[in-house]
């Protein structure tokens, strides 16, 4: 005879992306999984991006309880939902999904995520705040669709590619009229630095920095002493190197990472999720991969 606990069906999660081989998210999860006695497993599922609708299905049909999503897949998505969050349609883009009986709910928990990280690292407030995004690929808009939103008074984007910032810029105007929007490019020196001084946070959006000889983003002369600077990527970056070198205070991507996985979790279960425990995980998983 099965005694109660066995007779707990075991709740199934995972991560769909290309590649996923690196993610903590799965030590993240467990944890706090287990902390809240919760039996759950959550598995890391490499998807091609051709197979990522029969891989939705896949799922939805074996009822796994929710999934994450990254990159590749965060737009695309969006199309085999029956229901998607006002703020992961704004921005395009789901990061977290929900099973309910079958039908699949999107939500996007990139922007939270950096808020958390934001207030928890320098106590600065999405509302009313002015954010200087470096970038502006899919994380940057999830980010600053998500702050304009929910009540910042201002956007800059320094990208590469121009265009790409003002598709973003575009996309704010129409979602919240109230935030005023700017977007440069990396040669409009005296306009960034102008923006870099009034911003209350910096943010590091590119992929640049993964590496240790990648180049810095931004000219390192153009980040005003004093102002935040937050980098997306998990570690340590050379442009936190050269923001610490001029006074400013930092944070890393870890934060921003913890918080929306923190934020799945929560929408999945119901329950609060027991944030410590999840960091603790995530340090550990993060140091076994290094
Ligand atoms: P995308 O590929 O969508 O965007 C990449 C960005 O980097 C673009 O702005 C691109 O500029 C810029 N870029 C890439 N290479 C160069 C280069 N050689 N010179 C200048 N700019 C460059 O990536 P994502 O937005 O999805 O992710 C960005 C970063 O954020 C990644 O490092 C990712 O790991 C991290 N991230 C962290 C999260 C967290 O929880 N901490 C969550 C999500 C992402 P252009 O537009 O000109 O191509």
Redesign the pocket.
Known sequence: MMNSEQQIQLQRYALLGWPVKHSVSPEMQCAAFQACGIRASYELISVEPVHLEETVSRLREQSYCGWNVT?PHKEKVLNFLDRVDEDAVASGSVNTILNKNGRLHGFST?GY?MAAALSESFGVRVRNGKFAFI??????RAVSVYFARHGAAEIMFV???LE?AEKIASRIETEARNCRVQCFSRDNKDSIRACFLEADAIIQ????G?HQDDVL?VAPELLPGGVPVMD???RPTPLLGAAQSKGCPTAD?RS??LH?GARSFELWTKRQAPVEIMRKALEQALKDRN
């Open positions: 990159v990139d995520g970038g502006a690929g899919g994380a940057a990208n590469r590619t790409k959006a590119t992929s640049l993964l983003p997306m990527i998990y991507g921003m990472l929306q």
